[in-house]
């Protein structure tokens, strides 16, 4: 079974630059969230999703757009890349509703130059 | 800022000895799960605890959340090399849904 899956798995840009990072689930889960991890804070969220055609923002949201056309896909797109936004960035997903284990993709490594 | 409160940060010990890691807050969690994550890979769920003072054991890890529902532990008891890895506590707010908040990690390191 697939699971989640991201691509790519490397990317280094420019600043400036705009790029989407893709993720699909296979399970046909409801719930869909983007995070970011760096040293020392753990994962953050940038943006989530409870189902087809809703978005939200979640605690890191500025420099990022989402949209949520499929249950199976939730691209992140990077708008103008800076610096500080070098970063591993995981897609997650879930069932909704309450106690329900959250499925990671591999993550992507994204440098900003 | 940060809701959810990991210690230690690092940890690194000798394989047979045993460990506490720590997740506190000054929050209620509906749930509290233990993520493990592996380097270039994703989380992976260990353990969900629902239940003020439930306890969970998972072979050599207990699982504890803490009667208030506000703080977890997890006990390692001889540690192996296999169980080196970054451990993840992540929150459920009760009126969150299914958004969870993780805590800061911990990097554990057990040596031969």
């Known amino acids: 079974n697939a699971g989640v899956t991201q691509t790519p798995k490397f990317q280094v840009l420019k600043t400036g630059q705009s790029m989407t990072l893709q993720c699909a689930q296979d399970?046909?889960?409801?719930?869909m969230s983007w995070y970011r991890q760096d040293p020392g804070m753990g994962l953050r969220l940038i943006h989530y999703s409870v189902g087809a055609g809703i978005t939200d923002q979640g605690e890191v949201p500025n420099g990022y757009n989402v949209s949520r056309s499929t249950t199976e896909d939730f691209p992140l797109r990077l708008l103008s890349a800076a610096p500080s936004q070098t970063s591993v960035y995981f897609c997650?997903?879930?069932?909704?509703?309450?106690?329900?284990?959250?499925?990671f993709g591999q993550g992507t490594r994204l440098t900003v130059v | 800022t940060q809701l959810l409160e990991q210690s230690p940060q690092f940890l690194s010990i000798q394989e047979g000895e045993n460990l506490t890691v720590y997740c506190n807050s000054s929050s209620v969690f509906s749930s509290l799960q233990w993520y493990r994550q592996e380097p270039g890979e994703g989380p992976v769920l260990l353990v969900t605890v629902v239940t003020g003072g439930e306890v969970k054991k998972l072979k050599r890890l207990t699982f504890q959340f803490g009667d208030a529902r506000k703080d977890s532990s997890l006990h390692i008891t001889a540690a192996q090399t296999g169980d080196t890895g970054l451990y993840l506590c992540?929150?459920?707010?009760?009126?969150?849904?299914?958004?969870?908040?993780f805590g800061e990690g911990t990097q554990l390191t057990v040596n031969p």
């Open positions: 997650a997903s879930s069932f909704t509703g309450m106690n329900t284990e959250a499925f």
């Open positions: 992540a929150g459920e707010e009760e009126t969150s849904g299914s958004r969870l908040t």
């Open positions: 399970m046909n889960h409801e719930y």
